[in-house]
């Protein structure tokens, strides 16, 4: 079962572009088994790095990572652990920043660690590979920034969250416990516009969770922490968000990602209801 978050997708249209090449090869006729003797599957480099993956990291101190690649060239990469037999994985920090793809590579020069304090620079790069039977896309890669090393490997996952599906505001609406370890919780209160409160003992911060343009299954994410009674009040974190399947029961999961506007810290929060 892929690994989920706590603190402390082939997309349809992929999918169908590479039915489409199947059959137009098919119906040609005679021997096109793309090359390989045997009837052995073929892999070709991804249209795009675009969707959600989910893995494990081969050395160092963390073993799992998930990562959400939009369609502008951004990425989201978590990183952490997961106990063995657990569904449940650990965030340990997140990496975010944008790059280029070409031809099944994605390269990023522009990245930052939010899991360092302070935080990090860094780099990411990655090679994305389309398997032409099964319709998935596998992904290895690096990442590294200062003392963070991780690398990668993985495919994306549309058993748990259906990236590629428009983004449904009524999957936000109602309460969210908020975990934050050491026995510390959150209550995270979504309305059917997609605003939000989110209550911490006493402190009070305010934002919203509105579908991207894109069409696809994430949320545009603006959180303002409150005043007096917050350790940093006021400050404004933009980022994503996105509901998932945690696999226990009808449990789902809801993943915020942000970073403040110097890009100077950042934080994720993970809901179950």
């Known amino acids: 079962m892929p690994a989920h978050p706590t603190p402390g997708p082939a997309c349809a249209i992929r999918w169908l572009l590479t039915l489409a090449v199947t059959l137009a090869a098919a119906a040609c006729g005679g021997g096109g088994d793309d090359g390989n003797s045997g009837g052995a599957s073929a892999e070709r480099a991804a249209t795009s790095a675009e969707g959600y993956y989910v893995g494990t990291v081969s050395a160092g101190a963390f073993n799992q990572f998930e990562l959400l690649a939009l369609e502008n060239n951004e990425f989201w990469l978590l990183y952490g652990n997961r106990a063995p037999g657990s569904s449940r994985f650990t965030v340990s920090g997140f990496m975010q920043g944008t790059g280029t793809y070409s031809a099944g590579t994605f390269t990023s020069t522009a990245m930052r660690n939010y899991g360092a304090s302070p935080v990090t620079t860094g780099t990411f790069g990655a090679t994305f590979r389309t398997n032409t039977s099964s319709f998935t896309t ?8 200062a ?10 996952n549309i058993s748990n969250y259906l990236y590629g599906l428009p983004a449904s505001p009524s999957a936000l609406a109602g309460t969210w416990t908020i975990s934050l370890g050491a026995g510390q919780s959150a209550t995270l209160v979504v309305n059917p516009a997609g605003a939000f409160t989110l209550t911490l003992q006493g402190c009070v911060s305010t934002g919203s969770m509105l579908p991207r343009a894109s069409g696809k299954n994430v949320f545009n994410l603006t959180l303002t ?3 007096a009674t917050c350790a940093s009040p006021g400050v404004t974190y933009t980022g994503v968000a996105y509901v998932s399947s945690i696999g226990l029961g009808n449990a789902n999961q809801l993943t915020l990602l942000a970073r403040n506007t110097a890009q100077t810290a950042g934080l994720v929060l993970v809901g179950d209801r």
């Open 225 to 227: 922490t409150g005043t």
């Open 138 to 145: 596998s992904l290895t890669g690096t990442a590294s920034a």
């Open 147 to 156: 003392t963070v090393s991780l690398s990668m490997t993985g495919a994306d």
